[in-house]
Nanobody, 116 residues
Framework: QVQLVESGGGLVQPGGSLRLSCAAS????????MNWFRQGPGKERELVAL????????NYADSVKGRFTISRDNGKNMVYLRMESLKPEDTAVYYC?????????WGQGTQVTVSS
């Protein structure tokens, strides 16, 4: 079955950096777009970044453009989110997502807290 497992979250000071990882299994990873979403306290879940199946196209939410970078390694079935210049408003649970056979799949999420 499809599994997505995020890791790499934690507590970081404003201006700091983190790299999130998502390990995927149970489907042909290299055939699918991968997404990172986040849900902050009291907020709706929002799309942060997406990457095409072969990694030649990426797109970002306006709030993270120039600070976050999504990438993937199809040989390892991994997708990453490099986050730089973090702000308190980036505090959220971050989720890896894909749509496989018209059904959305989610990981358990990883908490990112940006605070001094």
């Amino acid at each position: 079955q499809v599994q997505l497992v995020e890791s790499g979250g934690g507590l970081v000071q404003p201006g700091g950096s983190l790299r999130l990882s998502c390990a995927a299994s149970g489907f042909t990873f290299s055939n699918y777009v991968m997404n990172w979403f986040r849900q902050g306290p009291g907020k709706e879940r929002e799309l942060v970044a997406l990457i095409s199946s072969i990694g030649d196209y990426t797109n970002y939410a306006d709030s993270v453009k120039g600070r976050f970078t999504i990438s993937r390694d199809n040989g390892k079935n991994m997708v990453y989110l490099r986050m730089e210049s973090l702000k308190p408003e980036d505090t959220a649970v971050y989720y890896c997502n894909t749509d496989y056979r018209r059904q959305g799949y989610w990981g358990q999420g990883t908490q990112v807290t940006v605070s001094s």
